[in-house]
């Protein structure tokens, strides 16, 4: 909804708050708070409840990501083995294909890309294709 909206700049601070004298900070506050009520209409009542005071949607979107973004060693863990057990089953091979896939979006989710300019990128890239195709 943010990039649809051309408002992804307020959740990565591309787009500062202006001073309260900058001829821009009425239109800047009124984006910020359309996006801020976006974002804590979007998460469950008890969630809400810890972010509906903030004035920033900057300050919501961090607090939310420093909340649900964490993901631990155990969890990636908990995955891979979940991508190993899947077998076919009586499962179509649409939905048997699904569910790999979801749990391998997942793992790219918690996973930091890596950042190469070198000839090694390739390598990466074949690896992670090796460890989908296991």
Request: with cysteine; proline share 2%.
């Amino acid at each position: 909804m943010l990039s649809a909206n051309n408002k992804v700049e307020f959740i990565k601070d591309v787009i500062p708050q202006p001073s309260e004298s900058d001829p821009f900070f009425s239109s800047w506050m009124c984006c910020n708070d359309m996006v801020a009520s976006w974002l804590v209409h979007s998460v469950f009542v008890l969630i809400r409840k810890s972010i509906v005071w903030m004035d920033k949607a900057l300050d919501v979107w961090n607090d939310l990501k420093a909340c649900f973004s964490q993901c631990d060693m155990s969890h990636i863990s908990d995955l891979q083995m979940g991508a190993s057990s899947i077998n076919h089953g009586d499962l179509s091979v649409t939905n048997y294909f699904t569910k790999l896939r979801v749990i391998w979006d997942e793992l790219d989710n918690f996973r930091l890309d890596h950042v190469c300019t070198c000839n090694g990128f390739s390598v990466i890239v074949q690896r992670k294709r090796e460890d989908q195709a296991m």
